[in-house]
């Protein structure tokens, strides 16, 4: 039915929590509404257009115009609440034993065999915040070469390093020798993920040089049956990272969320041919959630939603396109971690109107929707919802 499909992922940008949100310390949250909330609504136009406001409240004054989308959300079925669990769940593969989390630090025999296989010590080694770390130890690890070594309440091994001290080409082979040291057994962490970083003591800074290296997903994805049935599946930002290069024919870097929507406008307005674009938005959740900035966050979204209403022209009538997330990252509670949420499911075509999905059990819901519409063998998990876009009845 669509020669296209592309899946915009607005990353950590929830809706309400779940029903099992206290398991995770997470009652109350709702990064969207608890933002508008506090800012005195949130100036979405595109986004309204489309339906968000018929799933959480963004403003008093939001328009009564039915809305030019298919709209609902979707409950996560894996555990967790993190970047890979929630994008693996997105094309079929969800994750039901949670990744291994190390909220004292990692043990010491990891420590001890990174020390190894890299030739430099390690400091910190602790959950920390990624800029107050750098803050706290930038200047030992100048001072000394040794690696900051953290992690947060994901399953991530992160890995800081001042670029003038670990030159990048470095620092990356680092990234890929400490996965291959944690990808089995019981210290398989969900990413490794490198953060570079430059300035001097007082005024250090990150760069948008992050790379992350996941785990590959532990079962066959959509992904894999779309370049199995030669069909292009293009990654934008950290996708390919998250999917460890599995299932992806061409992937694009981003530095930011401009240049993650700058991208896909480029990619829509070329002749791609058939298949999947797949791009997430990191900066809601990495430069604005985690850092409890919910006035920085407000901006981001209004942000994105003029980047959309350039680019709903630019889509062709053979175009489907996906807006959704991958978990929640509350800027207003008090942690600083992602939150266990509801995430939006918006789905726009130019050969039809709108209407309700209602609330969808499974991410992979979006998985199963591309399998069918692209004629690929079904997933063991996902209800399709294209018949909705071929307005059948139930």
């Known amino acids: 039915m669509f020669t296209r499909i592309i899946v915009v992922v607005l990353d950590s940008v929830g809706v309400g929590a779940l029903p099992d949100a206290k398991q995770y310390g997470d009652v109350g949250v709702n990064t969207v509404e608890n933002i508008a909330r506090l800012h005195g609504g949130l100036f979405l136009p595109t986004l309204e257009k489309l339906g968000l406001n018929r799933i959480v409240s963004i403003s008093d004054k939001t328009a009564a115009s039915e809305p030019r989308a298919w709209f609902g959300k979707m409950a996560e079925l894996s555990h967790g609440k993190d970047t890979t669990t929630g994008h693996w769940e997105m094309v079929g593969c969800p994750v039901f034993t949670p990744f291994p989390v190390y909220p004292d630090g990692f043990p010491a025999e990891i420590i001890e065999k990174i020390s190894a296989i890299t030739g430099r010590k390690v400091l910190g080694n602790k959950a920390a915040s990624g800029t107050e770390i750098i803050a706290e130890l930038g200047e030992e690890h100048v001072r000394t070469g040794a690696l900051i070594v953290y992690t947060s309440a994901d399953s991530v091994l992160q890995i800081a390093a001042h670029e003038e001290v670990v030159p990048l080409e470095e620092l990356y082979a680092i990234g890929k020798k400490i996965r291959e040291l944690v990808c089995v057994g019981g210290h398989s962490v969900g990413r490794v993920i490198v953060r570079p970083f430059i300035g001097s003591v007082g005024n250090f800074v990150r760069t948008p040089h992050r790379h992350d ?144 999905l209602g609330v969808r059990l499974s991410f992979a819901d979006i998985a199963a929707t591309i399998a069918e519409n692209f004629s690929l063998e079904p997933l063991p998990y996902g209800q399709s919802f294209l018949r909705y876009l071929r307005g059948e009845s139930e």
């Open 213 to 356: 290296y996941s785990l590959p997903p532990h079962s066959h994805t959509v992904l894999d049956l779309m370049v199995k049935s030669d069909r292009s599946v293009v990654g934008v930002g950290k996708i390919a990272d998250i999917f460890a290069g599995k299932g992806i024919t061409e992937t694009y870097p981003t530095v930011s969320n401009d240049n993650g929507m700058e991208t896909v406008l480029r990619l829509i307005s070329q002749d791609t041919g058939e298949g999947l674009i797949m791009a997430n938005l990191v900066d809601f959740d990495s430069i604005y959630g985690h850092r409890n900035d919910s006035i920085g966050y407000a901006r981001a979204l209004e942000r994105v939603d003029g980047q959309l209403a350039v680019l709903l022209p630019f889509l062709k009538e053979s175009d489907l396109l996906v807006i959704t997330a991958d978990h929640g990252c509350d800027p207003t509670t008090k942690g600083t971690d992602h939150t266990r949420e509801y995430v939006p499911l918006l789905v726009y075509h130019k050969q039809g109107s709108g209407g309700s």
